[in-house]
């Protein structure tokens, strides 16, 4: 077990089986996460901003306020404003006060957006497609099960 982790990492043995564990599962992190920023790169946002975006069609056509996109971030930027202005600036967001509330901002993705999110869509199929050669659904559902119960720890 561990045969590509100790090749990839040039390491022998670890000091336990939950240390290799972890190390796999953060090196299969950041691969899935380079093949997104990679995408992402292709069409001139951040993994970040495709997020925000990702969240912001989930909404459409109401949108969100600031702190409800940050509950949904899957990396908890603190920067969620700044990020807005610039997805605002590039014509894939726009931004409203809140009819209910004055003092609330209210984000929403614009065609823009949607339409990026669109050209997007084939591409990260594509990382789904080939998820789908290495691991069965069986696999998948056992895998996000461990996952959950690892990052569950944070409420506990």
């Known amino acids: 077990m561990g045969q590509i982790l ?3 990492l040039k390491q ?6 939950r240390q290799e564990a972890t190390l796999n599962l953060i090196l299969a992190a950041n691969h899935l996460r380079k093949t997104i920023d990679d995408v992402c790169v292709e069409f001139g946002i951040t993994s970040q901003q495709y997020n925000i975006l990702r969240i912001l069609r989930g909404a459409y056509p109401d949108g969100y306020r600031c702190a409800e996109i940050r509950e949904r971030m899957l990396d908890h930027a603190p920067d969620i404003t700044r990020r807005l202005d610039t997805l605002q600036e590039m014509g894939l967001v726009k931004r409203r006060r809140s009819s209910e509330d004055r003092r609330a901002v209210v984000s929403s993705i614009t065609s823009r957006g949607l339409t990026l999110l669109d050209e997007m869509d084939p591409y990260l199929h594509d990382l789904d497609n ?3 050669e290495r691991l069965s659904l069986k696999e998948c559902r056992e895998l996000s099960m461990l996952c959950e119960k690892l990052y569950g720890m944070e409420s506990e």
């Open 12 to 17: 022998k043995k670890f000091r336990s089986l």
């Open 130 to 132: 080939k998820i789908a």
């Open 6 to 8: 100790k090749q990839r």
